[in-house]
């Protein structure tokens, strides 16, 4: 181990002007060094007291509280919007789960484009498993490729979804030259992006995401969706629920969707889980996504360097690209017994990652509450518990969740 | 007014089996008479218990608790099922809402059963709204009825959704001789029910309902889905999310269901949320649904006695069976000025009802926190309302949320 090391993580500490962050969050254990955020977020203080906001809100208002909390997947949204996602207010709305709200506009894009769904082998599971459906629902291909490049030269293609950051690798793709690359609408997954890296709309047609990662909204804290303005009115959810009718309390015989965006809500939204991504997204915003996405280049890149110094004798590969303009915040390790080390991490080393079958092991930075010294330390436990053969002790069976 | 009646209801609250559950809730406001538990039930403290160790639990174990959470949307399914449903272990589901879950069960039946999609007029909104949608996505007649007695006796169809207590007239069904009347797969929709009125599903095909009513989880807590356990390994959701997936942590490439009822599940269900069912069930399993439903029989048929004493000379009628083993727990009263009165209630009277329109104030009451002596004052000052007009000066223009 080279103190070297150390002492530059600390001088790197020292001048972050995101320190202060980490005082945000609820540590109920100072040791664990989790390197886990985008999988599930730690728990900000102010997330906390959105939720207990929310119990009381609704102890006192009880139903009178839905004269505030029905404007909420939009209001959210919009500041969704305008904090992480370069996209204008009536576009992004926060409700249901990343899996529905795929769903819901992979089948609406195909209301307005014949032609084949197009996906990537290397998509996040959800993805998949939802766009095979569909395809199957509305008779359409189903394109399965190895690449972005090739998913956008599929001809006859309606929809193209993609991941904005791989899941596994890490990889970023540029959101609006591959939109511009395809004539069919692309729809972003941008879950492993999202407060993470400043992200641009703009140019984007749809999008979806969850807030549990980099947002630290809570385990199964509602999702996100985007519809670019111009597309809203030819868009219909298949699922028309209540909360999309236009004047919903008429309660009237048939469906008529209101105009905007929230033609995209289907049943009651959760208050308390909205109200955690709202007190989540704007912890990012006052942090400020540059100012996240420079700490979070600055975290792996340091990660980068250690695994160059400490790892690559150890059966180590990096999984993930070395130019931080092309990755998100999480760095991928491979290695043969990725399952058994990510194992005995967590077990005997308080080091938190992740793996991802079949042969990673992943390391997520996050930039409001990571410090530089815990990558250094995080490193250095792996190298020595590689060495010491530790995790041949752990048990090979995978456990359901890991 | 009539003292006599006052004295009635402080003697059925003095002998009340359940009074003591009343400070199992929390009170923000002693004076209001809330009569809305159910469109949304007062927040009991386990509830609000619940989520706190939620959050406290998110915040030591981080992506750990994963362990245990992922078993909740089936164990607390299963609670559900044996403390509410008459349902059988692994016929039960909490996730999503109600919205999503009829969708899901209705494109399910659907690949099972040629034929007809049959509703009733006056059936839920959003359950009328839902299968609108599938019908069209089907390429099904929805047949939209007037009467229960008209769905079962549609020729040719595949499935017949109905609300067990009707949101409006209170009107209950009975389940079993209605789904033994049609070969139609039956969807009932249990939202007016479930922990109000002991169900049981053991004659059923498929239910849905929320838990924000009579289960007290909170503003759009999620809802649950049950599906006979014979049903099962033919019914596939068509929305095919990776917590339905089998080894959900292989992510392997293709979408495969577990043989369970967990195959409906779709993205990842939320945790908080689900400790919410959780306490809020257990605290209608423990003063136990049988006593639950008494209370709830009793407290509706002073509400309309109380009606026929005091309101029919103010042209009020009486929108809800006489009989209490034929109605739920509300009582609607139709009013040329409903809306009116519903508003002034809750602004001058601190009664809170609901109106539904067109012309019905409706009033819940909740077993588990409604004294028999709110019922007696509630009736008391609508009449004195009513009689001095005071409803005249609130403005006709109906709000977005009533």
């Not at 070297?4 to 600390?10: E, G, H, L, N, Q």
């Not at 505030?68 to 997947?73: A, C, K, Y």
């Not at 209301?111 to 395809?135: E, H, K, S, W």
Request: aromatic share 8%; with cysteine.
């Amino acid at each position: 181990m080279d103190l070297t090391d150390r002492a530059r993580a600390d001088a790197l500490d020292a001048k972050d002007p995101l320190a202060g962050f980490r005082d945000r969050f609820v540590f109920a254990d100072d040791d664990t060094i989790y390197l886990d955020g985008n999988s599930l977020g730690r728990l900000p203080r102010p997330v906390a007291e959105g939720i207990a906001g929310g119990v009381e809100s609704w102890a006192a208002r009880m139903v009178g509280g839905w004269h505030e909390w029905i404007e909420l997947p939009a209001a959210v949204g919009d500041r969704l919007a305008v904090a992480c996602l370069g996209a204008r207010s009536g576009e992004v709305l926060v409700c249901d789960s990343t899996t529905v709200n795929i769903f819901k506009l992979a089948h609406a894009a195909l209301d307005l484009r014949g032609g084949a769904i197009v996906t990537d082998a290397g998509n996040f599971p959800t993805d998949r498993y939802v766009l095979d459906g569909v395809a199957r629902q509305r008779n359409r291909r189903l394109v399965v490729v190895g690449s972005v490049e090739e998913a956008v030269e599929v001809r006859d293609a309606a929809l193209v979804c993609l991941s904005h950051v791989d899941y596994r690798s890490g990889s970023l793709l540029d959101l609006a030259s591959v939109t511009r690359a395809t004539d069919a609408l692309v729809l972003w997954d941008l879950s492993h992006s999202v407060g993470a890296l400043p992200i641009d709309l703009s140019a984007a047609d749809l999008a979806v995401g969850c807030t549990y990662k980099y947002l630290n909204a809570g385990p199964g804290a509602p999702a996100f969706l985007y519809v670019r303005r111009e597309l809203q009115a030819d868009f219909r959810s298949p699922i028309q629920g209540w909360f999309g009718q236009r004047a919903q309390f008429a309660m009237g015989p048939r469906y008529d969707p209101v105009s905007g965006i929230e033609r995209f809500l289907a049943g009651t939204p959760s208050v308390l889980g909205t109200l955690a991504v709202d007190a989540g997204l704007q912890l990012v915003a006052e942090a400020g996504i540059q100012r996240i996405a420079a700490k979070n280049a600055a975290l792996t890149d340091l990660l980068i360097e250690l695994f160059d110094a400490l790892l690559t004798d150890l059966d180590f590969e990096l999984g993930t690209p070395r130019e931080s303009s092309q990755r998100g915040a999480h760095v991928s390790l491979r290695h043969p017994e990725a399952w058994r080390i990510a194992r005995a991490l967590i077990e005997r080393a308080k080091v938190v990652p992740d793996h991802r079958p079949p042969d990673l092991v992943r390391f997520g930075v996050s930039a409001l509450y990571v410090r530089f010294v815990e990558v250094w330390e995080a490193m250095r436990r792996l190298q020595e518990l590689v060495v010491s053969g530790v995790h041949h002790d752990v048990s090979a069976e995978p456990r359901r969740v890991t």
